[in-house]
T-cell receptor, first 111, second 117 residues
Framework: GESVGLHLPTLSVQEGDNSIINCAYS??????FIWYKQESGKGPQFIID?????DKRQGQRVTVLLNKTVKHLSLQIAATQPGDSAVYFC??????????FGSGTKLNVKP | NAGVTQTPKFRILKIGQSMTLQCTQD?????MYWYRQDPGMGLKLIYY???????DKGEVPNGYNVSRSTTEDFPLRLELAAPSQTSVYFC????????????????FGPGTRLTVT
């Protein structure tokens, strides 16, 4: 049967290293994407977004890359800090008003 | 601004009971959403609303109902609670920006943790 999904993919990085979190999206018609950060016991928090007519967008310490050919997004976090430890989700905007979320990746930053 | 507030924070229901999860936002956002998040999983859209009086189904609407009588409030109703509805429920809101006409940068509430036994 299907896994209940209790074990998220986990990325462990050393403090100060760069982190790369990947996401595959499902719909080629999706034209807008967001990365969210969710800390334990809290709601998701917006990090950065990208439109489908862009390949790359940079924010403060974060960069999102979009590869429409293979329907892949990545989030790069530079100089990862302990405060970056959280679960990261990508979300795709589909059908104008609806967002679909990926299952998430847990980032564990080791001091 | 308080942002998006949700009540209650926690609730335990018996099978077959009903309850309403409350959600209020004070940002004058047109768009509001209800999601559920099962352990270790992403968020799944239950219902959404593009304005007062207008609601529509998301991915997993069965077993839930919503209403949107005001811009601020978007309550989620569970009529006959089932163990499969044990989850954390998040309400979110967002506004339109001109350059795409799409709603984005959703602001999330702190969540309601619901257990049905």
């Amino acid at each position: 049967g299907e896994s209940v999904g209790l074990h998220l993919p986990t990325l462990s990085v050393q403090e100060g290293d760069n982190s790369i979190i990947n996401c595959a999206y499902s719909n080629s018609a999706s034209d807008y994407f967001i990365w969210y950060k969710q800390e334990s016991g809290k709601g998701p928090q917006f990090i950065i977004d990208i439109r489908s007519n862009m390949d790359k967008r940079q924010g403060q310490r974060v960069t999102v890359l979009l590869n429409k050919t293979v329907k892949h997004l990545s989030l790069q976090i530079a100089a990862t800090q302990p405060g970056d430890s959280a679960v990261y989700f990508c979300a795709e905007l589909y059908n104008f008003n609806k967002f679909y979320f990926g299952s998430g990746t847990k980032l564990n930053v080791k001091p | 601004n308080a942002g998006v507030t949700q009540t209650p924070k926690f609730r335990i229901l018996k099978i077959g009971q009903s309850m309403t999860l409350q959600c209020t936002q004070d940002m004058n956002h047109n768009y509001m959403y209800w999601y559920r998040q099962d352990p270790g999983m992403g968020l799944k859209l239950i219902y959404y609303s593009v304005g007062a009086g207008i609601t529509d189904k998301g991915e997993v609407p069965n077993g839930y109902n919503v209403s949107r009588s005001t811009t601020e409030d978007f309550p989620l109703r569970l009529e006959l609670a089932a163990p499969s509805q044990t989850s954390v429920y998040f309400c979110a809101s967002s506004y339109l920006r001109g350059w795409t006409g799409h709603a984005y940068e959703q602001y999330f509430g702190p969540g309601t943790r619901l257990t049905v036994t």
